[in-house]
């Protein structure tokens, strides 16, 4: 056993890069606990987990009645979300919905990056996390403050957003989606979702550390919802502790989401906040420490409680 307790983060570090050139990564090292996001920054995530805000800046959200963004608006409901202790502030002007439509460079651009230039000035000392699959729009938002890329494609879409995130040194969330958001949830299909959603990390790791990107800036998300059926999210949540790749943290995405109005039997919105924090609980009891809400407030303190029984 390695004496990780305390934290030793260099030590940490090096034991990962070692462990790099292991045919069989680090399967008997401690789970990595540091997350190196850009400008220098890093999030300890040791002793306990972090919420990251979702603040859509798409003109259904936060418009000034016509197709414009109100960055005041916007910026309102950022500080309210970090009032309630989010940790991380996840910019995005693209939906993702499936089905929805896809977005220009130039809209986008013109959503997110006064957003994230006013939050930064604002608040210099938070995370702010671009979720944008557009390489273009990554790096811009890293310019404006931004620390972390939140890529939905998991670094296949842009070719050239590998490079960007190592450029900018920014946190990477790679995200696992089967098909595009166009065409996901037509014939979702899996021989075996945990193997498939795993071997995809890894092939992403491997892809990530060529170009560049640092071990330590990469946290994985298995993508909820993105090219799932209700059956593939639930087997994936039930064996979240299944999908740890070189140590690295896993980030989940089960806010609002459509499989949760199909277990409860109800369409609303406003229904899936309860069972929302009932699964990022539950998750967090299976080792995830990151977790991308709209409920900032009851997320936080359902994740601190449970970690008050975990850190017996
Ligand atoms: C995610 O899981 N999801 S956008 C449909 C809904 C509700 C919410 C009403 N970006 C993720 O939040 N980034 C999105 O039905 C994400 N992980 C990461 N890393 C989709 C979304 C949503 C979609």
């Given at each position: 056993?390695?004496?990780?307790?305390?934290g030793?983060?260099?030590?940490?570090?090096?034991?990962l890069s070692?462990a790099?050139?292991?045919?069989h990564?680090?399967?008997?090292?401690?789970?990595?606990?540091?997350?190196?996001?850009?400008?220098g920054r890093?999030?300890?995530?040791?002793?306990?987990?972090?919420?990251m805000?979702?603040?859509?800046?798409t003109?259904?959200?936060?418009s000034?009645?016509?197709?414009?963004?109100?960055?005041?608006a916007?910026?309102?409901?950022?500080?309210?979300?970090?009032?309630?202790?989010?940790?991380?502030?996840?910019?995005?002007?693209?939906?993702?919905?499936?089905?929805?439509?896809?977005?220009?460079?130039e809209?986008?651009?013109?959503?997110?990056?006064?957003?994230?230039?006013?939050?930064?000035?604002?608040?210099?000392?938070v995370?702010?996390?671009?979720?944008?699959?557009k390489?273009?729009?990554?790096?811009?938002?890293?310019d404006?403050?931004a620390?972390?890329?939140n890529?939905?494609?998991?670094?296949r879409?842009?070719?050239?957003?590998?490079?960007?995130?190592?450029?900018?040194?920014?946190?990477?969330?790679i995200?696992?989606m089967?098909?595009?958001?166009r065409?996901?949830?037509?014939?979702?299909?899996?021989e075996?979702?945990?193997?498939e959603?795993?071997a995809?990390?890894?092939?992403?790791?491997?892809?990530a550390?060529?170009?560049?990107i640092?071990?330590?800036?990469?946290?994985?998300?298995p993508?909820?919802?993105f090219?799932?059926?209700?059956?593939?999210?639930?087997?994936?949540?039930?064996?979240l502790?299944?999908?740890e790749?070189?140590?690295r943290?896993?980030?989940?995405?089960?806010?609002?989401?459509?499989?949760?109005?199909?277990?409860?039997?109800?369409?609303?919105?406003?229904?899936r906040?309860?069972p929302t924090?009932?699964?990022?609980?539950?998750?967090?009891?299976?080792?995830v420490?990151l977790?991308?809400?709209?409920?900032v407030?009851?997320?936080?303190?359902?994740?601190r409680?449970?970690e008050?029984?975990?850190?017996?």
């Amino acid at each position: 056993m390695i004496p990780l307790k305390g934290g030793f983060p260099d030590f940490q570090l090096r034991l990962l890069s070692a462990a790099r050139l292991l045919p069989h990564m680090n399967s008997d090292l401690p789970p990595q606990r540091l997350w190196q996001c850009g400008h220098g920054r890093a999030l300890d995530l040791s002793q306990r987990g972090e919420i990251m805000g979702i603040l859509n800046v798409t003109p259904d959200s936060f418009s000034d009645g016509g197709e414009f963004i109100d960055v005041e608006a916007a910026l309102d409901h950022a500080c309210k979300m970090l009032d309630d202790g989010a940790a991380i502030i996840d910019v995005g002007g693209e939906s993702t919905r499936p089905g929805a439509a896809e977005v220009s460079e130039e809209d986008e651009l013109t959503r997110v990056v006064p957003v994230i230039e006013a939050l930064h000035r604002q608040r210099p000392d938070v995370l702010i996390s671009i979720d944008t699959a557009k390489a273009r729009v990554a790096e811009a938002a890293c310019d404006a403050g931004a620390a972390i890329i939140n890529d939905v494609t998991g670094l296949r879409g842009d070719p050239r957003m590998a490079e960007v995130a190592a450029a900018t040194r920014a946190g990477v969330i790679i995200m696992h989606m089967q098909g595009t958001p166009r065409t996901m949830q037509q014939a979702p299909h899996y021989e075996d979702v945990i193997a498939e959603v795993r071997a995809f990390f890894e092939t992403q790791l491997t892809a990530a550390l060529a170009a560049g990107i640092a071990a330590e800036a990469i946290v994985f998300d298995p993508g909820i919802g993105f090219g799932k059926t209700l059956e593939h999210n639930l087997t994936l949540i039930r064996h979240l502790d299944q999908l740890e790749v070189a140590g690295r943290p896993l980030l989940l995405g089960v806010s609002r989401k459509s499989f949760i109005g199909k277990v409860i039997g109800s369409d609303q919105l406003e229904d899936r906040a309860w069972p929302t924090v009932a699964l990022t609980s539950f998750a967090r009891e299976l080792g995830v420490p990151l977790h991308r809400v709209h409920e900032v407030k009851p997320n936080v303190e359902a994740m601190r409680m449970t970690e008050a029984i975990l850190n017996r």
